[in-house]
């Protein structure tokens, strides 16, 4: 009887170890999951950024020629387009907790915290 519960005693530990081992494969799976998924939203963000950064750019030296005749001056359209950037931008650092920092926590704290279904 002694063998038999020694036989016992060593399937338990090995199916222990066993489960140990499977959750650690399966907690790398899952940050390596999170983690490209991260990644590639960092990703897809800076090359939308920088593209439509550019097209802003573009779109704002056009906006100033065709101001141009209507101010008087295409260095008076320059600065009005400039003092408008600068408004905006003011505009988007004061909300910039609703428009920025609330929606990058709520998209790590899902990604990260809830658990799948």
């Known amino acids: 009887m002694p063998n038999n519960s020694s036989d016992n005693f060593h399937l338990l530990v ?3 170890k066993r489960y140990i081992s499977l959750n650690k494969d399966y907690a790398r799976l899952e940050l390596v999951e999170k983690l490209t998924i991260l990644l590639s ?26 101001l141009e005749p209507i101010v008087g001056g295409l260095s008076i359209s320059f600065l009005l387009i400039c003092v ?34």
């Open 41 to 66: 939203t960092f990703l897809l963000i800076t090359t939308l950024i920088i593209l439509g950064t550019g097209a802003l750019f573009y779109a704002l030296f056009a906006l100033a020629y065709a």
């Open 14 to 16: 090995e199916g222990v």
């Open 84 to 117: 408008i950037s600068l408004l905006l931008t003011f505009i988007l650092y004061l909300n910039r907790t609703k428009l920025i920092v609330d929606p990058i926590a709520r998209f790590l704290s899902k990604l990260f915290l809830e658990k799948e279904k």
